[in-house]
Nanobody, 116 residues
Framework: QVQLVESGGGLVHPGGSLRLSCAAS????????RAWYRQAPGKERELVAR???????NYADSVKGRFTISRDNAKNTVWLQMNSLKPEDTAVYYC??????????WGKGTLVTVSS
């Protein structure tokens, strides 16, 4: 019903910046929360940032002040601007969407590697 496709991942040096995007298609009406999660090898998937339909945002403590989540007016695209990247930010980043009716969807993920 909803497809999420991430883009923008890649290799970046410590201190650099990267901007991820996630386009939603299909039955996008009714999407409430959009979020970014990440999962590093050997670790559990963790919430990085979320944004409500009203624009309220929440961030993991580890990324506050460095990452910014945003969404467009149509609420079908979200971005994650990542600045001052650290090696510990290396992970597969997943786009997430939650509908008002309780359905949720995941993107396939995009790899972000922060390394010198």
């Amino acid at each position: 019903q909803v497809q999420l496709v991430e883009s923008g991942g890649g290799l970046v040096h410590p201190g650099g910046s990267l901007r991820l995007s996630c386009a939603a298609s299909g039955s996008i009406f009714g999407i409430d929360v959009r979020a970014w999660y990440r999962q590093a090898p050997g670790k559990e998937r963790e919430l990085v940032a979320r944004i409500s339909s009203g624009g309220s945002t929440n961030y993991a403590d580890s990324v506050k002040g460095r990452f910014t989540i945003s969404r467009d007016n149509a609420k079908n695209t979200v971005w994650l601007q990542m600045n001052s990247l650290k090696p510990e930010d290396t992970a597969v980043y997943y786009c997430y969407a939650l509908t008002y009716s309780g359905s949720y969807y995941w993107g396939k993920g995009t790899l972000v590697t922060v390394s010198s």
